[in-house]
T-cell receptor, first 113, second 112 residues
Framework: GAGVSQSPSNKVTEKGKDVELRCDPI?????LYWYRQSLGQGLEFLIY????????KSGLPSDRFSAERTGGSVSTLTIQRTQQEDSAVYLC???????????FGPGTRLTVL | TQLLEQSPQFLSIQEGENLTVYCNSS?????LQWYRQEPGEGPVLLVT?????EVKKLKRLTFQFGDARKDSSLHITAAQPGDTGLYLC????????????FGKGTKLTVNP
């Protein structure tokens, strides 16, 4: 693909439900990042995958958040028992390995009612 | 605590005016990036600066990295409506891990 893709583009869910957000990085990019962007805020780092190394999960806000990356490519961010404060745009980015040259997807806008 | 402070948060100007956006920190960065984000899209990288005092130009945009690598500025000359968007600075902390720290952004509106 030409760029990073994310699905769905919009997700509306009810409080307490689980959601899965998907990211397809640029082919060949070894590094993959997830960020959260709330209204009026900058990008908040969530998790970072680099090749086969253990992911850096230091940005995950609670144990309701988890992510996996299968086969070094597609990644899924899962939020369990969603809360209203989880409402935000979730952005995925990939790079060839350097944090400096990240290419972002269009994001998934999550709304928790 | 916000590691990168951007100012101003909002800026509304008329076409043809000049403007400067600032990104400041008390921390040292090994590199600093500027991104532009439009509604419904992800941020797009504009420039990366890595050397203290470095100045880079991209058409009407001029980016500067502070001598001490703690701050940066983005100057736009003769702004156009197409420059409208959210400008984000992001940096790699010196000695830090492979992550970027982002500022909160400057929302720029250029009115025709």
């Amino acid at each position: 693909g030409a760029g990073v893709s994310q699905s769905p583009s919009n997700k509306v869910t009810e409080k307490g439900k689980d959601v899965e957000l998907r990211c397809d990085p640029i082919s060949g990019h070894t590094a993959l990042y997830w960020y959260r962007q709330s209204l009026g805020q900058g990008l908040e780092f969530l998790i970072y995958f680099q090749g086969n190394s253990a992911p850096d999960k230091s940005g995950l806000p609670s144990d309701r958040f988890s992510a996996e990356r299968t086969g070094g490519s597609v990644s899924t961010l899962t939020i369990q028992r969603t809360q209203q404060e989880d409402s935000a745009v979730y952005l995925c980015a990939s790079s060839l390995g350097s944090a400096r040259e990240q290419f972002f997807g269009p994001g998934t806008r999550l709304t928790v009612l | 605590t916000q590691l990168l402070e951007q100012s101003p948060q909002f800026l509304s100007i008329q076409e043809g005016e000049n403007l400067t956006v600032y990104c400041n920190s008390s921390s040292v960065f090994s590199s600093l990036q500027w991104y532009r984000q439009e509604p419904g899209e992800g941020p797009v990288l504009l420039v990366t600066v890595v050397t203290g005092g470095e100045v880079k130009k991209l058409k009407r945009l001029t980016f500067q990295f502070g001598d001490a690598r703690k701050d940066s500025s983005l100057h736009i000359t003769a702004a156009q409506p197409g420059d409208t968007g959210l400008y984000l600075c992001a940096g790699e902390l010196e000695g830090g891990s492979e992550k970027l720290v982002f500022g909160k952004g400057t929302k720029l509106t250029v009115n025709p």
